[in-house]
């Protein structure tokens, strides 16, 4: 059952909230130690009887997993990193606050990569998280915590982080819903900065409707976040119904290429034909320049993250270790606290900001960024939805990407829509090999209104 069923149960007096938290353990004690979703949780106990206090409220107490980067009271915030461990922020990020605010509890945080970089959650500190549909294979990153929890009933709902793509495609590798909202629609204050000009917190969920009553509830203007946009709040489940007839939507050339094999190209045929079913037209278009999105996207988040991550030196908030001088202190935490994929990130970032490379590399990389955000703004003007397939392939095999450029590459369709800061959703789009593979309907700016729309609309119509 999805969040908006269950609080449906609720309100009608045929479930009790202290029924679904035994539920949601139930299939904790069943599958977590199989699955390893969670890095914190709140005791039972303790939310059946704060929620006692919280039932006339919208989300009436029911519980919501968090990814472990987002900051919460009450619970250690590790980011998936040594260094963090033992870190216990004292305020809540705008969007936990906000879901407090409605009557929502957090029920635990959930496992990632460390500090969000990854695809895969293998480079959590903490052991890797395993899909709920094989746990073979990872459930993807880096929010896989988040994704695999809702996905194998664990939890009603979750917050993420997207970047690049870390709610998209462990949402379409464990076959849930997954939005990213526009950029600065959903405040970062409370979120551990990866790269600033790029995250946006978003819902994991089982259904659309869950996702467009959770940023119903955590999007709008925050003063506390510089970027955040001044959006009135607006009430997203009102605008589900109503269909997509007459909607046109673009299918990129460049996001159904040959090499993603038969299986996922039949799906793609599928998809166009349901859209069609639906009264809704669809025109093949060209995005020329996603190929360019990939190396823009790592020298910029690179960059940024390496700004970023000099905060945690030791001194503040982290693991320490000591050192003869404050040099070899910071040197020698850092060289603890922080993973290799991290630690490749700080080089890589700090090597594309330094004098003489600044502009061949993060200056060019800022130009193809502007050059993609105004493919995608004239896209958007033939075109009311874009959309393909979210991640190029379906959950792999843990250990399988072990040089970084693979790993990387399974990002390719959603790190476009990242750097133009225009919302894309992942919804459950079919299977291949009997694994979920991910449908992604990308929007103009702050058309998540239309997006969750289209979204729901194919939701009703695929199996
Ligand atoms: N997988 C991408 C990366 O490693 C995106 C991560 C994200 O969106 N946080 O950077």
């Known amino acids: ?30 599958v977590e130690p199989r699955i390893k979703a969670f890095l914190s949780l709140a005791s039972p106990e303790d939310l059946k009887r704060a929620g006692e206090g919280l039932a006339d409220k919208p989300l009436r107490g029911v519980p919501i997993a968090v990814k472990d980067n987002i900051s919460t009271v009450g619970f250690t915030t590790t980011c998936g990193s040594r260094f963090l ?21 957090v029920q635990g945080k959930t496992n990632m990569d460390e500090f969000a970089m990854g695809s895969s959650t293998e480079h959590s500190a903490f052991g890797p998280t395993r899909n709920p549909h094989d746990p073979e294979r990872v459930p993807g990153g880096s929010s896989g915590g988040s994704a695999a929890a809702v996905a194998a009933g664990e939890a009603l709902a979750a917050l993420g982080s997207d970047t690049g ?37 978003g819902p994991i969920t089982r259904s659309v409707r869950d996702c467009a009553l959770i940023l119903s509830i955590i999007a709008g203007h925050d003063p506390r976040d510089s970027t955040s946009l001044p959006a009135e709040p607006r009430d997203y489940t009102a605008e589900l ?71 945690f030196d030791g001194v503040r908030y982290t693991a320490s270790v000591p050192g003869e001088t404050v040099r070899e202190m910071i040197a020698a935490s850092r060289t603890f606290g922080f993973g290799r994929e991290v630690k490749r990130r ?6 594309a900001l330094s004098a003489g490379y600044y502009d061949r590399y993060y200056g060019k990389a800022q130009r193809v960024r502007t050059l993609i955000a105004r493919e995608f703004a004239d896209a958007f003007r033939e075109v009311d939805i874009i959309f393909g397939p979210t991640s190029p392939t379906p959950a792999f095999r843990l250990g399988e990407k072990a040089d970084p450029i693979s790993m990387y590459l399974s990002d390719i369709f959603t790190l476009p829509s990242a750097l133009a800061g225009v919302p894309a959703i992942s919804i459950p789009g079919g299977r291949i090999g009997g694994l979920p593979f991910g449908l992604q309907l990308i929007a103009p700016r702050l058309q998540e209104g239309k997006l969750l729309r289209a979204a729901y609309a194919l939701e009703q119509a695929l199996p």
Do not use: H
């Open 1 to 30: 059952m999805d969040l908006v069923g269950t609080l449906e149960g609720l309100s009608q007096g045929r479930m009790a909230l202290g029924e679904i938290i035994d539920g949601l353990w139930k299939r904790i004690e069943e």
């Open 241 to 311: 119904e109503g269909g997509i007839a007459d909607w046109v939507f673009g299918l990129p050339r460049e996001y159904a290429s040959p090499e993603l094999g038969a299986e996922a190209l039949s799906l793609i045929d599928r998809w166009t034909s349901l859209i069609e079913e639906l009264g809704g037209r669809v025109v093949e278009i060209s995005l020329p320049l996603t190929e360019y999105a990939l190396p823009a996207y790592y020298l910029i988040a690179s960059a940024e993250a390496s700004a970023n991550l000099a905060r």
């Open 165 to 201: 793509g870390s709610v998209r495609q462990p949402a379409a590798l464990c076959g849930v819903v997954g939005l990213r909202p526009t950029y600065g629609l959903v405040s970062r204050w409370g979120l551990v900065a990866f790269a600033s000009s790029l995250d946006q917190i």
């Open 85 to 105: 461990e033992r870190f216990r922020p004292v305020f809540d990020a705008t969007a936990v606050e906000r879901l407090r605010a409605a009557g929502a509890q």
């Open 346 to 351: 700080i080089m890589l970032g700090t090597f």
